[in-house]
T-cell receptor
Framework: EPEVTQTPSHQVTQMGQEVILRCVPISNHLYFYWYRQILGQKVEFLVSFYNNEISEKSEIFDDQFSVERPDGSNFTLKIRSTKLEDSAMYFC?????????????FGPGTRLTVT | AQSVTQLGSHVSVSEGALVLLRCNYSSSVPPYLFWYVQYPNQGLQLLLKYTTGATLVKGINGFEAEFKKSETSFHLTKPSAHMSDAAEYFCAVRAWFSGGYNKLIFGAGTRLAVHP
């Protein structure tokens, strides 16, 4: 069964460093998402991406964050200058159709630890 | 604006007992409602969803949920817990339309423990 994959599973970085989290969505999907979960808190929406542009973003997704689909298979989340409060589990998701009742398929997550 | 509240961050049941995980939502427009499960070191997997029509929704692994508009609830149940049901469960809501139709709004999650 097709699945969303994410690398690395765990990333440790120092405050102020740039990190890139990588995701390979399901191959025929058209909509891509990033969510994050700070330890002990809710899963929060960050951004959705369709047709090579951001379709929606939350207030969390400020200028420090960017997303890219550099080729036909990868979808990346870049944090330019990490802060301690960026430590969280980051989930990538994809869907064939956006919105409505359509399921988003999630990857296993990347745990980002900022020290 | 939409929100989801899951009552009980941890629930513990005996094997064979009823599982009841509570979810209440707030939405100014008709909602789509979802339950996801996360097993250790895995991604979120869809258990079931409510769209329109029948308010009792059946999902995978013997789970079901009932949409009650009057109570703004979408509680998840399973008649008989199995050890393999131990996981974290997330309730989520999405608007039918308007801005923000793509994103899922999640509850805080409920960790289910099943003991022999």
């Amino acid at each position: 069964e097709p699945e969303v994959t994410q690398t690395p599973s765990h990333q440790v970085t120092q405050m102020g460093q740039e990190v890139i989290l990588r995701c390979v969505p399901i191959s025929n999907h058209l909509y891509f998402y990033w969510y994050r979960q700070i330890l002990g808190q809710k899963v929060e929406f960050l951004v959705s991406f369709y047709n090579n542009e951001i379709s929606e973003k939350s207030e969390i997704f400020d200028d420090q964050f960017s997303v890219e689909r550099p080729d036909g298979s990868n979808f990346t989340l870049k944090i330019r200058s990490t802060k301690l409060e960026d430590s969280a589990m980051y989930f990538c998701a994809s869907s064939l159709v956006g919105g409505g009742p359509h399921e988003q398929y999630f990857g296993p997550g990347t745990r980002l630890t900022v020290t | 604006a939409q929100s989801v509240t899951q009552l009980g961050s941890h629930v513990s049941v005996s094997e064979g007992a009823l599982v009841l995980l509570r979810c209440n939502y707030s939405s100014s427009v008709p909602p789509y409602l979802f339950w996801y499960v996360q097993y250790p070191n895995q991604g979120l997997q869809l258990l079931l969803k409510y769209t329109t029509g029948a308010t009792l929704v059946k999902g995978i692994n013997g789970f079901e949920a009932e949409f009650k508009k009057s109570e703004t609830s979408f509680h998840l149940t399973k008649p008989s817990a199995h050890m393999s049901d131990a996981a974290e469960y997330f309730c989520a809501v999405r608007a039918w339309f308007s801005g923000g139709y793509n994103k899922l709004i999640f509850g805080a999650g409920t960790r289910l423990a099943v003991h022999p």
